[in-house]
C-alpha cells in the first residue's frame, strides 16, 4: 500500500532542490476529496492546478484511514507503527508529536512557517518548528492569505474540511457534496492566485482519505505544482 508519508518524505527531497529559489510552499489537505469529483466543472481550480502540474488520484491513506492518523504520516514521513500515533484522538493538554515534522525541515531551510486547521485534534502537531497557528474551522483560507501577504520566504500547510460532513450526511459524491466541493474550490482559487503572485512556489494538495456512500476510504489524491 501506498503511503500518505511519501509527500513528507518528497517535500523533504524536494526543499533542498529548491532552497535557493523557492520563496512560498503551501500545503492543503482537503478532507475527504472523492478522486472521481474532480473535474473541469465541479473544482476548476483544482483541475487547473492538475493539469499544469504533477498529480496521482490513486494513492493510498495509513489504515485506518483516519484524519489524524493520517496527517501525523503526512508531517513525519513514518507509518503509524513508526511514529506510535494509531489513534486519532487528541486534546489541548495532552502531548503532541515528539517527532520531527516538515515544518521544522521548513524552518530549518529559513521558512517563516504557519499551521492552520479546521480540526482540534490536528493541534497535536504543533511544535515550536510552527511559527504560527490556529484552529480554524471557517477562515482558514483567509488566515493563508493574511500570512502570505507578507514578505520573505513562507511555508504554510492548510487543513480544509467540509466535506467529510457533506459526505457522511448526504453521500460522497451527492449534489450537496459537489456544492461543497464547488465552494471550497471556489475560495481556494483566491489563495493559489496570492501565491502565484510571490515568485518561485511550491503548491501541493493532497487528502487524508476520501469515501463511498457515507463512509469514510482510505483512497486520497495527491497534486502538486511547481514554478
Given at each position: 500500500?501506498?503511503?500518505?508519508?511519501?509527500?513528507?518524505?518528497?517535500?523533504?527531497?524536494?526543499?533542498?532542490?529548491?532552497?535557493?529559489?523557492?520563496?512560498?510552499?503551501?500545503?492543503?489537505?482537503?478532507?475527504?476529496?472523492?478522486?472521481?469529483?474532480?473535474?473541469?466543472?465541479?473544482?476548476?481550480?483544482?483541475?487547473?492546478?492538475?493539469?499544469?502540474?504533477?498529480y496521482t488520484l490513486a494513492g493510498k491513506s495509513v489504515?485506518?484511514?483516519?484524519?489524524?492518523?493520517?496527517?501525523?504520516?503526512?508531517?513525519?514521513?513514518?507509518?503509524?507503527?513508526?511514529?506510535?500515533?494509531?489513534?486519532?484522538?487528541?486534546?489541548?493538554?495532552?502531548?503532541?508529536?515528539?517527532?520531527?515534522?516538515?515544518?521544522?525541515?521548513?524552518?530549518?531551510?529559513?521558512?517563516?512557517?504557519?499551521?492552520?486547521?479546521?480540526?482540534?485534534?490536528?493541534?497535536?502537531?504543533?511544535?515550536?518548528?510552527?511559527?504560527e497557528h490556529a484552529l480554524a474551522r471557517d477562515d482558514?483560507?483567509?488566515?493563508?492569505?493574511?500570512?502570505?501577504?507578507?514578505?520573505?520566504?513562507?511555508?504554510?500547510?492548510?487543513?480544509?474540511?467540509?466535506?467529510?460532513?457533506?459526505?457522511t450526511e448526504s453521500g460522497w459524491l451527492s449534489p450537496?457534496?459537489?456544492?461543497?466541493?464547488?465552494?471550497?474550490?471556489?475560495?481556494?482559487?483566491?489563495?493559489?492566485?496570492?501565491?502565484?503572485?510571490?515568485?518561485?512556489?511550491?503548491?501541493?494538495?493532497?487528502?487524508?482519505?476520501?469515501?463511498?456512500?457515507?463512509?469514510?476510504?482510505?483512497?486520497?489524491?495527491?497534486?502538486?505544482?511547481?514554478?
Amino acid at each position: 500500500m501506498v503511503k500518505i508519508g511519501i509527500l513528507c518524505l518528497g517535500l523533504m527531497i524536494a526543499l533542498p532542490a529548491f532552497a535557493g529559489q523557492v520563496e512560498t510552499v503551501l500545503i492543503v489537505s482537503i478532507d475527504a476529496p472523492h478522486p472521481d469529483a474532480l473535474s473541469e466543472k465541479t473544482s476548476p481550480t483544482l483541475y487547473t492546478l492538475m493539469r499544469s502540474g504533477r498529480y496521482t488520484l490513486a494513492g493510498k491513506s495509513v489504515d485506518p484511514p483516519k484524519t489524524l492518523i493520517a496527517h501525523t504520516a503526512m508531517m513525519t514521513g513514518l507509518t503509524p507503527e513508526e511514529s506510535g500515533k494509531r489513534d486519532n484522538d487528541w486534546k489541548p493538554g495532552n502531548p503532541q508529536v515528539a517527532r520531527e515534522t516538515l515544518f521544522d525541515d521548513a524552518r530549518k531551510r529559513g521558512f517563516r512557517t504557519a499551521f492552520f486547521y479546521s480540526k482540534q485534534k490536528l493541534g497535536y502537531l504543533l511544535s515550536d518548528a510552527v511559527d504560527e497557528h490556529a484552529l480554524a474551522r471557517d477562515d482558514g483560507i483567509d488566515l493563508a492569505r493574511a500570512f502570505f501577504s507578507k514578505g520573505g520566504r513562507r511555508f504554510a500547510f492548510l487543513h480544509v474540511s467540509g466535506l467529510e460532513d457533506a459526505g457522511t450526511e448526504s453521500g460522497w459524491l451527492s449534489p450537496e457534496y459537489l456544492d461543497e466541493l464547488a465552494f471550497i474550490d471556489q475560495e481556494l482559487a483566491l489563495l493559489l492566485n496570492d501565491v502565484g503572485k510571490r515568485g518561485a512556489y511550491l503548491i501541493v494538495v493532497t487528502s487524508d482519505h476520501a469515501g463511498h456512500d457515507r463512509q469514510p476510504a482510505p483512497a486520497i489524491q495527491m497534486i502538486s505544482s511547481c514554478r
